[in-house]
């Protein structure tokens, strides 16, 4: 087969990937309408794309120090992150990290919630061991990648599982209390902060 003939069916296969302008307008239209629906109050709850409010307080500034765990959730993949800052505004700012990315096997995507966050503890234990804070009393964040009706800064209640994730148990409950639940079971040293 000669190139000729390659770039040819190339060209005709992504021809079909190439949109006119009225169809671009046509998709802002249609997002644009569909954002507006998940920030209406009356039409939240049936919108395809669900917007919330959120309760951050405010915004780094700079003159954070310490260490801090971060998880992050938000598919097949999770990350557990150490984070040391440290900065004064007058010096440049001290970053280090440390991450490590864990799998969320099938059996525990689909099964109950108490398996979910028992696994998420389990790594973040794991983590802490390896990396020699799992003494130290440490600030956890917690990016928690669904749609979730958050009610207070560490408080948020799952609307529904999106992502191939289908755990029981959670939809409607408080994640952040299903994760403090298992961590506490699990014995791991953090602060009773938890941001998202």
Not at 67 to 89: P, Q, S
Not at 100 to 127: R, S, W
Request: charged share 25%; aromatic share 8%; with cysteine.
């Amino acid at each position: 087969m000669s190139q000729f003939n390659i770039s040819k069916e190339i060209t005709e296969v992504c021809s079909q990937l190439i949109l006119s302008r009225n169809h671009l307008e046509l998709i802002m239209k249609n997002l644009n309408h569909e954002l507006n629906q998940g920030l209406g109050k009356d039409t939240n709850n049936e919108a395809s794309i669900k917007c919330f409010p959120t309760y951050v307080r405010d915004l780094p500034n700079g003159k954070e120090i310490g260490k801090f765990l971060a998880l992050d959730l938000g598919g097949t993949n999770f990350r557990v992150l150490l984070i040391e800052l440290g900065g004064d505004n007058t010096l440049p700012s001290k970053f280090n990290s440390k991450s490590k990315i864990y799998a969320v096997p099938q059996n525990v995507m689909l099964g109950d919630g108490t398996g979910l966050f028992d696994h998420i503890a389990e790594c973040l234990a794991n983590f802490m061991k390896e990396h020699d804070v799992n003494k130290e009393k440490l600030p956890l964040g917690f990016t928690f990648s669904f749609p979730l009706r958050q009610e207070g800064l560490t408080k948020a209640r799952l609307v529904t599982w999106t992502k191939g994730f289908n755990c029981s148990g959670v939809e409607g409950e408080d994640v952040v209390r299903l994760l403090q639940d298992s961590i506490k079971r699990r014995g791991v040293r953090i602060y009773k902060s938890f941001r998202y």
